[in-house]
């Protein structure tokens, strides 16, 4: 493995000296952190579990224990239901309910059964089945059997198969070959399932699944697996794996990642998802692991890439520096089983990752024999899982998840210089069991805990000297990042109490989920210093227009303890009306105690949210659903806000205008030396979001179904920030003159999203088969993210523009065609209109000591976005009429396509393939560069996000 994975383990896996122990000048000196400690993130001289801690944990899990008992045999829930639901009416001929039917649902890949009875309105139901194929059959006595076999499940499906049974004079059985419906009449969900087929067989250039996730209408993908939908942000999603959650609460983002040979499948829930999914306003995505079968299956492979077949990076051929170094290894495979058939089940995978790449320079200011370094990456994912099918109505499950990442020379690209780099090393770790019991023909019960911990370490030594500040101009940053180094860990312990009740007519649920959660970080922020020029001229000490505008230091402690606890509780009915009419009516009630335990003010007690939603089923067939429905929806406030003002809380900060360089203090009277302050909302309100929903799915034959939605959103409490001391009129003096700027983390920005969300979908038995989804759409914002600072506080509501991820349109197209002798072709094409951007001064015009959000006046109406011409930055004391986001950046097109060769061997298949991605070898650009004070205003300083020159992949599998 080492010709493969090159990476030394000890520089994977940990380095000699932790991070934080290094002394800085100027700043209170860290405790020292023992090996023991480094990837607790805890001082040495601070135990990682202080006797205050253990005692509370025992506490909070006995409290626990028992809320589950009492929970477990009462009431309990059908929260982040991970399984599959068949359902349906049983009727004879005569269209007369049949009460009594035992209708048996057989697993075949695992032997697993599960026997209903239909209830006294011949209503059946059977939750919580795992994804795979299945087999129906029913018995009464009197009536002919009826059996159906070839129904393929996935995770959050919801059929309705309706069954007639006639009368029989002799023992029969009437046999069905039949897939599951492609119409749910029962949900008003709008999402799609990505399946283990569109795994294995889609190209996939990063491996990493959440990358398919664009394919649901209204899903913007981001790169790195993070999403966008309803014109709320990346942070405003959850990600759940096999029911738990694997949200990172620190940055709010995925918690690292799965090999996707681990994967079997993952539904991506885009809008009006039910009371049992919470703390999300954006996506929920809800992955299901796989498990071993009856079956004895395993895999290997190996992908190559280099850059021998890749395309030049358009801006190394610019600054024609040649091609950038490029290797790529990857390999892996997975191995599963039973270890008593029908009974008990193993599942294992490994996947290892290399690359060699270059980080490509692209600032005007940094010489060309300066602008492409090394950033390598080395990435281990391991993963095993049990499964044991104690009885027909009992099973249990456990698994073990580990992600170890490092990237040398991250942060390296762009704007941002090599001095601007880090080594990042993450590690992700997660353990889960899980227990499903059905109660009763009509009840069935699930318990999952999950004990996880994420591990990040930020080094940037290599690259800049502890101590160095960060140094920013309008076309380059320098110097050492602000906030480095750093280090967190945050550990979570969750446990979620699962039940479901079915009575005639309605489908109960009840649920809670409880996550107990422990970070620490080491967040330096600005204790090196941070200065801000606005020009690129070099700096000359006789040229006063040379100096820097601006320069800020902290002094603190950055060692912070961030303890946090989710509570969650939902009631929903499922409820069939007459005449195919189903109302789903839920609510849930979301609570965290981050905001008092860490910045002692009052946690916010009101995130009650009701949902409504409904589907009507017109015909008898079930082939048709008209949907809609109306939701709130609460976000989780990210521990990353908390951490924030925590640390400036408890730090001496200096602003000084006008400073000298490199000693901020040589100007003497100069330099306006000015405190400020930082603050969090009194009454902190967690950000919300309303859905309104209406639209229609609809089965036209065999496989095709079409579908449109439309979406309104309207978002509030926002997290921006706000200077409470901000000055009455501009160059004004401020309200509290012995002060600057009062800097309030609040919640009080807005968001509008209105969209069109449309989708085909055909997947025959045989043939091609293909998607295609279309999103009309048009976000707007006052705020973009939690460290945003409108133009002019005392007008916030001009900052009101295009959102920063709106894309007009979007469109992704996939195809996927078995061709004769065993070969198989498949693409996927997206197409995404230009995200807007924003012109800035560069200067301070309105004289509010923020240099980074002033815009210009518009100086030529229609004039050319990309010419200075066309703005008038030559003012002070008032702030300019462009509004925010007026212009748009370039369009983005890729077209990604894989060829594959089947070789039947003895006990073995194997895939030879080649991958390309962006074929066409299509330039798709980030947003220009918009500072009027850059010499590269108007130019983008680098690709999209996700965009990259064509590349090519070979690669073979192994299954056997």
Not at 290 to 297: L, V
């Amino acid at each position: 493995m080492h010709a493969v994975f090159p990476l030394e383990e000890r520089e994977l896996f940990g380095r000699p000296e932790p991070l934080a122990a290094i002394a800085r000048p100027n700043a209170s000196r860290a405790p020292s952190r023992s090996p023991i400690f480094r990837e607790a993130g805890m001082a040495s001289d601070q135990p990682a579990c202080p006797a205050a801690l253990h005692t509370a944990l025992r506490a909070t899990i006995r409290l626990l224990a028992s809320t589950a008992f009492l929970l477990a045999v009462s009431a309990r829930s059908d929260a982040q239901n991970i399984g599959a639901t068949l359902q349906g009416l049983v009727t004879d001929a005569q269209k007369g309910v049949l009460p009594g039917v035992s209708v048996t649902i057989v697993n075949v890949d695992t032997g697993r059964s599960r026997t209903v009875v239909t209830d006294n309105a011949g209503w059946y139901r059977a939750a919580a089945l795992a994804p795979g194929t299945y087999e129906l059959s029913t018995e009464l006595t009197g009536f002919v059997s009826y059996k159906r076999s070839g129904m393929t499940l996935t995770t959050g499906q919801e059929p309705r198969i309706d069954i007639t049974l006639q009368v029989a004079s002799v023992k029969e059985t009437v046999e069905v070959t039949a897939a599951a419906p492609l119409v749910d009449v029962t949900k008003n969900t709008i999402g799609t399932t990505v399946t283990r087929k569109d795994l294995d067989s889609l190209p996939l250039v990063t491996r990493n699944f959440l990358d398919l996730a664009n394919m649901t209408p209204g899903v913007t993908g981001v790169g790195g697996g993070g999403v966008n939908t309803a014109g709320q942000l990346n942070r405003n999603n959850s990600y759940l794996v096999d029911g738990v959650s694997n949200d990172d609460t620190i940055v709010s983002s995925s918690r690292g990642g799965f090999s996707l040979e681990a994967v079997r499948e993952y539904i991506v829930l885009a809008n009006q998802f039910s009371a049992e999914y919470g703390v999300s306003s954006g996506a929920i995505v809800s992955v299901v692991t796989r498990s071993g079968t009856n079956r004895n299956d395993g895999r290997v492979f190996f992908f190559a890439r280099n850059d021998a077949l890749d395309a030049q990076n358009p801006f190394s051929r610019a600054q024609g520096s040649g091609k950038a170094p490029f290797s790529q290894q990857r390999g892996g495979g997975f191995w599963g089983g039973p270890i008593v058939r029908d009974r008990l089940f193993y599942f294992g995978s490994y996947e290892g990752n290399h690359i060699d790449q270059t980080a490509v320079v692209t600032s005007s200011i940094v010489p060309v024999d300066q602008r492409e370094w090394p950033n390598p990456t080395g990435q281990h994912q391991a993963f095993v899982k049990a499964d044991n099918q104690v009885t027909s109505g009992h099973a249990i499950a456990a698994r073990y998840r580990i992600d170890r990442n490092l990237q040398k020379g991250s942060g390296i690209g762009g704007l941002n210089t090599h001095d601007r780099g880090t080594d990042n090393l993450t590690r992700d770790q997660d353990g889960v069991v899980s227990d499903t019991l059905v109660l009763s023909n009509a009840a069935l019960n699930e318990f999952r805990f999950q004990a996880s911990q994420r591990f990040n370490d930020s080094d940037p030594s290599p690259y800049s000297p502890i101590g160095t500040p960060a140094v920013a101009r309008p076309s380059g940053n320098f110097g050492k990042a602000v906030n480095q180094p750093q280090s967190r860990t945050e550990k979570r312990f969750q446990f979620v109490e699962n039940f479901s009740l079915t009575r005639p007519g309605h489908d109960l649920k009840f649920g809670t989920d409880i996550s107990v959660i422990r970070g620490f970080s080491y967040f330096p922020r600005t204790n090196d210093g941070s200065f801000t020029f606005d020009t690129d001229r070099p700096f000359n000490a006789v040229d006063l227009t040379t100096y820097p505008t601006q320069y800020t230091i902290e002094h603190f402690n950055p060692n912070f303890n961030l303890p946090n606890e989710l509570y969650a509780f939902f009631a929903q009915d499922t409820w069939r009306v007459l005449g195919g009419l189903t109302l789903n009516v839920g609510v849930r009630y979301d609570l965290e105690t981050g905001y008092r335990k860490i910045n002692g003010v009052p946690d916010d007690h009101n995130n009650v949210q009701p949902r409504l939603g409904f589907v009507w089923a017109p015909f008898d067939d079930a082939r048709t659903a008209i949907r809609g429905g109306w939701g709130l929806y609460v976000d989780r406030s990210f521990l990353n806000v908390q951490l924030d003002v925590a640390a400036a809380q408890n730090s001496d900060t200096i602003v000084i205008q006008n400073p000298g360089y490199p000693d901020p203090f040589s100007r003497g009277t100069l330099g306006a030396v000015t405190p400020s302050k930082t603050v969090i909302a009194v009454n902190p309100q967690a950000p919300q979001t309303q859905n309104v929903s209406l639209g229609f799915q609809r089965e036209i034959g065999t496989g095709l179904s079409v579908s449109a939605d439309g979406v309104y959103s309207r978002g509030r409490y926002q997290f921006n920030n706000r200077d409470l001391n901000y000055p009455l009129f501009p160059g004004g003096p401020r309200p509290d003159p012995t002060i600057g700027r009062i800097i309030q983390f609040g919640m009080e920005g807005n968001s509008w999203s209105t969209a069109l969300l449309s989708g085909v979908q055909y997947h025959p038995q045989h043939g091609p088969g293909f998607g295609i989804s279309y999103t009309l759409s048009k976000s707007l914002r006052d705020v973009e993210d939690f460290q945003y600072f409108s133009q002019d506080e005392l007008k916030p509501q001009a900052d009101k523009g295009p959102a920063a991820n709106d894309r007009r349109h979007q469109v992704v197209v996939s195809f996927n065609w078995n061709l004769p002798g065993d070969i198989q072709f498949a693409s996927l094409a997206s197409a995404r209109s230009g995200l807007p951007w924003n012109v800035t001064t560069g200067v301070d015009n309105n004289l509010d000591t923020q240099t980074t959000n002033d815009r210009p006046d518009l100086a030529v109406p229609g004039g050319d976005p990309l010419d200075k011409a066309t703005y008038n930055a030559n003012f002070t004391r008032r702030s300019g009429n462009l509004g925010r986001n007026v212009n748009r950046g370039p369009d983005y097109f890729s077209l990604d396509a894989r060829l594959s060769k089947h070789i039947a061997l003895p006990r073995m298949k194997v895939e030879l393939f080649a991958e390309a991605f962006n074929v066409t070898n299509y330039v798709s650009l980030g947003v220009p560069t918009g500072n009027l004070r850059s010499g590269a205003f108007g130019q983008s300083a680098a690709l999209a996000t996700s965009a990259a020159p064509r590349r090519i992949e070979l690669g073979f599998r192994v299954n056997f």
